[in-house]
């Protein structure tokens, strides 16, 4: 059974910056597509970002283009989130995925994590 499992969360302070991680275990999953959907509690989960096998392709939701960046070490088999200038809004537990297809299909993600919670304060 394949895990992926996320650190980094925690609190931030508006503007500040962190970084997630999200190691594979049990199986490989270099050759998937990584990337990072976010929930707040009674909302729609929401893609945040993607990252294609090999790193040279990537795409972002508009909320957080400019602002965070995907990132992966195939060798280590994990997968990062930088967030820079975060915001309140940016709150959320943050889900590490992969999928066999990129970019990701909306309907569908064959790997989940089990979730990290980043709490950004004013």
């Known amino acids: 059974q394949v895990h992926l499992v996320e650190f980094g969360g925690g609190k931030v302070q508006a503007g500040g910056s962190r970084r997630l991680s999200c190691v594979t275990s049990e199986l490989s999953l270099s050759t998937f597509a990584k990337g990072w959907i976010r929930q707040v509690p009674g909302k729609d989960r929401e893609f945040v970002a993607a990252?294609?096998?090999?790193?040279?392709?990537?795409y972002y939701s508009d909320s957080v283009k400019g602002r965070f960046t995907v990132s992966r070490d195939n060798g280590k088999d994990t997968v990062y989130l930088q967030m820079n200038s975060l915001k309140p809004e940016d709150t959320a537990v943050y889900y590490c995925?992969?999928?066999?297809?990129?970019?990701?299909?909306?309907?569908?993600?064959?790997?989940w994590g089990q979730g990290i919670q980043v709490t950004v304060s004013l």
């Open positions: 990252i294609n096998w090999n790193g040279e392709g990537t």
């Open positions: 995925v992969a999928d066999s297809i990129y970019p990701f299909r909306n309907s569908h993600l064959d790997y």
